[in-house]
């Protein structure tokens, strides 16, 4: 059971590039989400999924698109990085609803966009 | 709006010592409320949270949270500090009310907790 993972652990973009960062579960949780956490801001919700086809915008949803097609993965596309995207960012899975359950984290990607 | 309030960016205590990391929060509703740490180069590890019922909550590495509803905390205690405590704590409430923010999780800015020998 490897839980959360997240691919890749780092990245550095020059701007206007684009790329995907990857984020696959395995605890067959119907709810995921991507979140960037900056230095005094604590993390703050990208995007998130209640479930496969399902999608919904966060705090900071501009410059990321997001897409479900499976249980297990949820990536996070930046179409055209910019400096201000530079950040770590998390993604993290539970069971859906209003569950109490508990929110897991992966390890996070490190993104640089010069 | 739910929200969670850290007061304090950094919290230094000595090995041994009893420390405390505060937070408050606001909610419209009851509050599901959860501490999360951060270690260096490391995604965020659950500590403890609070549903419902006894108001002292016991979690993970021996810590453990006090929910007052009357001043609506819930600072997180641990009644003898270790070095490899110090790490990045953060308070979060889950939304549960009904509306497009219904489930989403709000964290606080974080607070740096360093236990010195």
């Known amino acids: 059971n490897a839980g959360v993972t997240q691919t890749p652990k780092f990245q550095v973009l020059k701007t206007g590039q684009s790329m995907t960062l990857q984020c696959a579960q395995d605890?067959?949780?119907?709810?995921m989400s991507w979140y960037r956490q900056d230095p005094g801001m604590g993390l703050r919700l990208i995007h998130y999924?209640?479930?496969?086809?399902?999608?919904d915008q966060g705090e900071v949803p501009n410059g990321y698109n997001v897409s479900r097609s499976t249980t297990e993965d949820f990536p996070l596309r930046l179409l055209s990085a910019a400096p201000s995207q530079t950040s770590v960012y998390f993604c993290?899975?539970?069971?859906?609803?209003?569950?109490?359950?508990?929110?897991?984290f992966g390890p996070g990607t490190r993104l640089t966009v010069l | 709006a739910q929200s969670v309030a850290q007061p304090e960016d950094q919290v230094n205590v000595a090995e041994g010592n009893p420390l405390t990391v505060k937070c408050t929060y606001s909610?419209?509703?009851?509050?599901?409320l959860f501490w999360y740490v951060q270690y260096p180069n490391r995604g965020l590890q659950f500590l403890l949270k609070?549903?419902?019922?006894?108001?002292l909550v016991k979690g993970s590495y021996g810590f453990e949270a006090e929910f007052n509803k009357s001043q609506t905390s819930f600072h997180l205690k641990k009644p003898s500090a270790l070095v490899s405590d110090s790490a990045l704590y953060f308070c979060?409430?889950?939304?549960?009310?009904?509306?497009?923010?219904?489930?989403?999780?709000?964290f606080g800015r974080g607070t740096q907790l360093t236990v010195w020998p």
């Open positions: 993290a899975s539970r069971s859906g609803g209003i569950s109490t359950d508990t929110q897991y």
């Open positions: 979060a409430v889950r939304d549960i009310n009904r509306g497009s923010t219904l489930g989403r999780l709000y």
């Open positions: 605890m067959n949780h119907e709810y």
């Open positions: 609070y549903i419902t019922g006894d108001n």
């Open positions: 999924s209640v479930g496969a086809g399902i999608t």
């Open positions: 909610v419209s509703g009851n509050p599901y």
